[in-house]
């Protein structure tokens, strides 16, 4: 089976412009995760999307969203960047929902933002 | 302050040596995962661990759960280069969690050849 795929794996944007990126989770996996993993910061949750529905929100603006597709893959968005969204920005897929389903995470999409 | 702690936060090693990382939660664990991270990259799933007193081992991997003192480790043997990379402690926040997964800073490891 293919893992998770994310695109693009590499981006830079200036202040104020906005970003999507994509996750595309492995075959059969219904929920999909998006952290931010920053080296001050270390590893954040996001959000959680899980039958088209978002489930679950980390502490983050409201900059930051995001969406679930029929076919579970997801996209998140940033808008009006700033210069701390710089980081790498992993998405993780997992069979459901439920606690202890372990999730598989995908290489990452690393934003750079000027 | 960070609900999961992990020490040491580097490591670096001697080809062929054995090693044990620390991961400590201030809460009550629900389900530990270990992850790898080649810098700059996705994490590769370890293994989870769900259960106090539960072991589990993957070539010269292995990871224990300490209920009781919410407490995982993992352990290495005989290291190799291969080894080298970043491990994640990461944990279920349970029912009520607005977090899919929590997460160590992670140890950063180094094995000289």
């Known amino acids: 089976k293919a893992g998770v795929t994310q695109t693009p794996r590499y981006l830079i944007k200036t202040r104020g412009q906005q970003v999507t990126l994509s996750c595309s989770p492995i075959s059969g996996h219904r929920s999909v995760s998006w952290y931010q993993q920053t080296p001050g910061q270390g590893l954040q949750f996001l959000f959680e999307y899980f039958s088209e529905t978002q489930r679950n929100k980390g502490n983050f603006p409201g900059r930051f969203s995001g969406r679930q597709f029929s076919n579970s893959r997801s996209e998140m968005n940033v808008s009006t960047l700033e210069l701390g969204d710089s980081a790498l920005y992993l998405c993780?897929?997992?069979?459901?929902?439920?606690?202890?389903?372990?999730?598989?995470f995908g290489p990452g999409t690393r934003l750079l933002v000027l | 302050s960070q609900e999961l702690e992990q020490s040491p936060q580097s490591l670096i090693v001697q080809e062929g040596k054995n090693l044990t990382i620390n991961c400590t939660s201030s809460?009550?664990?629900?389900?530990l995962y270990w992850y790898k991270q080649k810098y700059g990259e996705g994490l590769i799933f370890l293994m989870m661990?769900?259960?106090?007193?539960e072991e589990k081992s993957h070539e010269k991997i292995t990871a224990k759960l300490d209920e009781k003192k919410q407490q995982s480790s993992l352990h290495i043997t005989a290291s190799q280069p291969s080894h080298a990379g970043i491990y994640l402690c990461?944990?279920?926040?349970?029912?009520?969690?607005?977090?899919?997964?929590?997460f160590g800073k992670g140890m950063k490891l180094t094995v000289n050849p």
């Open positions: 990461g944990a279920d926040r349970g029912q009520g969690g607005s977090e899919k997964l929590v």
């Open positions: 809460k009550t664990l629900y389900g």
């Open positions: 661990l769900q259960k106090g007193g």
């Open positions: 993780a897929s997992s069979l459901g929902r439920g606690l202890q389903e372990t999730q598989y």
